[in-house]
């Protein structure tokens, strides 16, 4: 059984076989290399307290803990060095392109997040490069797409991620990364039920039309 567990000092430690009821055997070497052989690493003992765990995920959380000689887990957040760009897919309607910038002043203001920047993947501006090129002028140095798009079709495997790739060329000390899309999130049930009373209500002339809708005449029984 081995396990994988990067350490802050950039360390990474791959636990081998255990070698007794508190003992694993570790062989350390830098993260991010690649191509090196395990026979070139430094082997050591790495002494976990209370025993080694049989799960491997849990061998991992056991080697991040400080009474072990780890460093705790790295924290998953957005820093004052990222900028986080929300890519659409863009539409020749203009409507829709600036109901895209309104959603992105809300994010800003719900999440604190300093710099965050709308795209369209076509057919409108800005584009991911005008935004790549927009997170960089402010000072990142991680930029991270956000598909705005449900599931994880043709544009979220190749279009996207080529397109950030040709932004990011300019922009060489800068890393990036391109999360998932929506895809079966929970708090998406919440979502669509909420439009579809909204609508109903509407319809019964119980409610305005909802900012989506206005002015288009489109939420009426047919």
């Known amino acids: 059984m081995s396990a994988n567990c990067v350490l802050r000092n950039g360390v990474t430690m791959l636990i081998l076989s255990p070698s007794g009821p508190s003992f694993g055997q570790a062989k350390s070497y830098p993260a991010g290399e690649t191509g090196m052989s395990l026979g070139g690493a430094v082997r050591m003992p790495l002494r976990l307290r209370g025993g080694l ?3 491997r995920y849990a061998l991992v959380r056991s080697c991040l803990k400080p009474e072990n000689g780890g460093f705790g887990p790295k924290p998953f957040r957005i820093g004052e060095r990222d900028g986080l760009i929300i890519v659409d897919h863009g539409s020749r ?18 999440t604190g997040y300093p710099i965050v920047e709308p795209a369209h993947m076509e057919l409108a501006e800005p584009s991911i490069k005008d935004a790549f090129d927009s997170c960089v ?17 043709r544009h979220w ?25 929506l895809g ?30 206005a002015g288009t005449g489109k939420c009426r029984i047919y």
Not at 166 to 178: C, R, T
């Open 157 to 181: 495997h190749k279009d996207i991620p080529s397109l950030t790739a040709e932004a990011a060329k300019e922009h060489p000390g800068v890393s990036y990364i391109i999360t998932a899309p």
């Open 53 to 55: 765990s049989r799960g």
């Open 93 to 110: 309607r203009r409507e829709s392109n600036l109901m895209l910038n309104e959603f992105v002043v809300m994010f800003r203001d719900k």
């Open 137 to 153: 002028l402010q000072g990142v140095t991680r930029v991270i797409v956000s598909p705005f798009f449900l599931f994880p079709g």
């Open 184 to 213: 079966l999130h929970e708090l998406l049930v919440d979502v669509i039920n909420d439009r579809i009373k909204h609508c109903l209500s509407h319809v019964e002339g119980d409610a305005d039309e909802c900012e989506v809708c």
